[in-house]
């Protein structure tokens, strides 16, 4: 059995952790750390444990007593946090926020599992992708690694409201949102980072560089993501498009070849060979893909639930390719389906 | 043109009353009042004023140029302000909050037409009733008058979000409220003393008294409103139901027939022959109720939209009547029916 | 490994059996029978399947390779099939609808696990009870045991449009279920018969008897329960709440105990001493209840998820006491929760 | 006062047209026809007209009684019906379906007034714009005539579900529906046909000309429209992005001008300097315009009620102006604004 801790355990991600982990077959959780919530009872916080855990938040760190710890803090605070606490070297580190996804000084491995299995199977530390920047990178991956990438790319992506947190606030007001839509963060979302790194890493030679615009602005030498994201008026997932001008046109067998071919072995994204909708995915670890073609623009569709492969799934499905498990193990999920 | 001053004017219920007096024909809103927002354009505020009005919140508040004011207050702080703020006499008063609903030492009178329209048109003080106690009174009232309440009343009503208002919360938090369901205040609203008030005053002598349950416990000798308020997954509107066991059985036409002779002259309140669903009255001023009978047992439907006859549309009614406008004058409102 | 056929199942409630069974570890899917869709790719005409099976739907019924069928037929269908069709007495059967829940000229058991958790395991036919039949019992059992149900009991249920099934009509159209609240079958609903037919089974001698009013009216003698269905503006889960009115009264803790002793060794079936909202059952086959009293009136809240415990997952919940599996197998299943 | 026939009366669109005819200070309607519900009160057939109207359906059609007739048909019914009908050449038409809206051997009038309000004036019939090329027009048009559409335009655009009518069908039943997100009729959209002659009439001598794709397809010589459109999780809007690459910057305030001096004149149509939500639309005629730029991309947001400004209420401004009424007339409609 692995033995797990987690900090930041009270909140959104902290709690969708807790509901996979108690049903995982190779899991024990040895703490769940909240300060606030020190003491309280874990199904009194979150939604849907009633019966199923009698587990209670602390305030204590017992690092010697596990194998892994989940960082489920706001973004900024993994960071801050090892700064002033020290984990056991043995110890693996999953954390959920972008404090470590962009390549620096530090060991931490980006895990998007379809790019980088390997190098995750070995890792100590992970950084776990965001949930835009795993949906939107899955659906251009296959691109960016045949060079198809080649000019600007439109992305619309459309998330629930859980992407906003458990803190509630003036765009998660429910008399506001029901029945709403709206745009925010509109071509400088901080996802961009993560989804152009990943990007250029993958591109052959010769292929056009992807700018990172927040860093360099939109008049730099290179092809843009163009991405604007929409509030949602759902609470779970992410349904994207991704819209790409080819140099020559390709049939959409072709195209959706390079789909088939690239996820062939992964665990959880799959390529759909008719029209998608989000809730093939709600409830679930997967990502699904389907592509159509009109001249040289190649339309991608892309969608994951946003906490599961946007974010604790995709966790745990690391955490389990850190530890050498089944990568789907507890990952079995039933879809909610409606 | 009546001359309109408003008070708490950047809240949901102030938002609203914008929304209806800017056009109404017989109104000029001659200032908006709010310190949090002062200088500040109301149509950069209140959702769907952008194009229709250039006015702007004030801090001041010119009693001398106006012939009514608003208090769009929370509860409890109308009759805080008037201890610190003197209105002119000659100025007319519509109180949205629950401060002066129950019978005291004051002189508003309640302010629901459908059983006091006459005292209303003479009235210079009002304080407009409560949603829930709109909702449940229409659906009870020619029952009381019939003097046929001679059992404990099972009363369910369902209430769309902005019946909270516009503080976000953990209970209007979108990713909580939406698809779901639960029930607050169960038997202890604290709209059962306007309910209590009206029902005891028009039953006829005889008939068993209406125990004021958050008064008096629900040991005290008459009959009780049980009262679950539902958190409904809707923004607008209350759907409510009412059961009354009575003593002798009646047909479902003559227990129609109270209500449309009830509600004959009702500017707003109408009988509906069929079922009835929430969006009918949605957006509008309208209550809608219908009646079903088996057995003993009578079932009362009856509906309003919470903002509209629930609170702000109500109180324009009750303006119209005070100074002797057309009681529908800036209410004929489009349905959003879907 | 239990060897399980399907008939019905391009249904919604055989599509959620299928996304249950398929990662069910004591069972194998032999065949999933569909007239309209043999030949089908199950993942295309369910929802949340694609990368899971590549299962397709059969019009043959190799009843002799299987040990168990489910009958996802509409009501009324599966009595009808039986009289075309012979099912070897070895194999066991799970019917769905209702044709077999009232006792009568049949050996099926009605598939309480609350109630007659013994007959379940040793039966070979069983009757599924309906949805929002499971959610009132649970709710109204422990009194009934008692004999604490000896008045009227006023029932107010909402449900998810799933309830209403797979084919597009009128009141589950989204453009006017949206938004929208609605009454229907009122004090009228079929499952009334198994209500009353538990309720009135688990009382003790000298209880009052419950009438089925839907057979004898509401002048027969005895007590009623009044059941209102509401339709929710939500796709799955039923929230319930019944009121009773005791002979005596009782305080919250002895009645909070009837219900913790009653659910004391249930599966999914578990009492909270908070108050309970809906999406803590949604997505997972757990019942919750909760109890508070004011005077003499017990107001009781239960919920389900209407396609798990109220069909699918209580479904295979009996079929795994049938077999002699562990009774929670295939069911620790993840609530949505948001 | 106008007297006005509908045709097509039971439908989505007609009920709409009812709904804001009734209250119109200007309008009579002499009857409403519908074949199917002939004999039925309106009231009884479209949600929220209950107390409003005593108006029945009838299968006559008496145009020699009325100044204008509404053609509320499905689409390609409309010229149908003219061939089997002859409607008195003094009777003014105003057709809400797709039939007239391309020019060709007609007299029909395309009826958005930001661009041809004189012409609408004067015309005696009228093709009503489509409600997704309404909010793309309104989105792009200041740059067409400025000759900046220089490059293929991303449009995505996502709408509620009354833009798919009244009839209930597999994409519009709720349990799918809601919480759910989807694409359809991707890059072929039929409102490309009058968007394109809309957008090339408008350019200036020597501007790029926009391909029809769906006559042309994707590799004729021009720029194209790339038009997703989404599914919403809503009932009523449409909310877009366009996003143009330019060949030269401007900066925010010069794009924004732009559009603030095109729209100047505009009864309905506002740029709004701040970020718009749909619900500042919906439920009234008004369209709201806001502008981004990013390098050299424009990013522009446009939104609409597609019952209002995209059909009815566009009709209706429309008919203000044939008549010569107040542009305004009618629609001074209050914001649902939650």
């Known amino acids: ?24 077959p190779d899991v024990e959780i040895v703490f769940a750390n909240s300060e606030s919530n020190a003491g309280n009872r874990v199904a009194d916080v979150h939604e849907g444990l009633l019966g199923d855990t009698e587990l209670c938040f602390t305030d204590q760190m017992p690092f010697d007593k596990v194998d892994v710890v989940f960082f489920c803090f ?18 693996k580190i999953v954390d959920l926020a972008q404090d470590f996804r962009i390549k620096g ?34 659906g251009l991956l296959p691109l960016a690694k045949a060079g198809l990438l080649t000019d600007d790319i439109a992305v619309n992506a459309i998330t629930g409201s859980t992407g906003a947190g458990q803190k509630p606030g ?8 029901n029945d709403n839509m709206s745009v ?30 927040l860093n360099e602005g939109y008049e730099a030498d290179g092809i843009t993501v163009d991405f604007i994201p929409y509030r949602g008026d759902f609470a779970r997932g992410i349904f994207c498009t991704e819209v790409i001008r080819l140099k020559n046109a390709m049939s959409a067998d072709e195209v959706a070849k ?13 390529y759909s060979d ?53 990568e789907k193990a507890g990952l079995n999920l039933k879809a909610i389906a409606f």
Chains 1, 2, 3, 4 share one sequence.
Not at 74 to 91: D, M, Q, R, W, Y
Not at 106 to 125: F, N, S, T
Not at 259 to 265: N, Q, R, W
Not at 274 to 302: C, Y
């Open 258 to 270: 390079l789909y088939k071919d690239f996820y062939a072995d992964a665990a959880f994204t799959h």
């Open 1 to 24: 059995m692995v033995k797990v801790g987690i900090l930041g355990a009270a909140g959104y991600t902290g709690g969708e952790l807790i509901r996979i982990l108690i049903n995982h």
């Open 105 to 138: 000084n530090h060991d931490y491995v980006y895990g998007l599992p379809e790019v980088r299995r390997d190098e995750i199977r070995k890792c100590q530390h992970l950084a776990n992708p965001g949930c835009f920047a795993t949906c939107i990178q899955l």
């Open 74 to 91: 706001g973004h900024g605070k993994s960071e801050a946090f090892l700064k002033e606490h020290t984990i056991p070297a043995n110890v």
């Open 184 to 213: 925010y963060k509109l071509f400088t979302h901080q996802h961009l980072h993560e989804i152009t790194q990943t990007l250029n890493e993958l591109a052959p030679a010769g292929a056009p560089r992807v700018v990172d615009t």
């Open 274 to 326: 008719a029209a998608i909708d989000l809730k093939q995915v709600v409830g679930t670890n997967k990502a699904l893909v389907h592509v159509d073609v009109f001249g040289r623009k190649v339309v991608v569709t892309s969608m994951i639930d946003n906490l599961l492969k946007g974010a604790v799934g995709q966790a745990v499905q690391n955490m389990n390719l850190m530890f050498g498990l089944d």
């Open 170 to 177: 003036a765009t998660t007001h429910f008399s506001w949102r």
